[in-house]
């Protein structure tokens, strides 16, 4: 659709409805400069909190808490 057809059939619309696909097109103008805005998140790539996260040695062992159901 071109330009110039779009203008035509908006032309041959009443004010109230020219008046709503204004406010249409500044919806879908406002939309796609939100899109542009958001920066791209990096990819996360597998290892990369490699070094970052540490368990306790004792992990594994049993808690103190626990050791009257033991």
Do not use: C, H, Q, W
């Not at 109230?16 to 791209?40: H, Y």
């Not at 990369?48 to 808490?65: A, C, N, Y």
């Amino acid at each position: 659709m071109t330009t110039l057809s779009l203008y035509k059939k908006i032309e041959n619309l009443s004010p109230a409805l020219r008046k709503e696909a204004e406010d249409f097109i500044e919806f879908l103008l406002d939309k796609t400069k939100k899109k542009e805005k958001t920066p791209k998140k990096p990819k996360k790539t597998f290892g990369s909190l490699k070094g970052k996260v540490s368990l306790s040695e004792d992990f594994d062992s049993p808690l103190e808490d626990f050791k009257d159901y033991m």
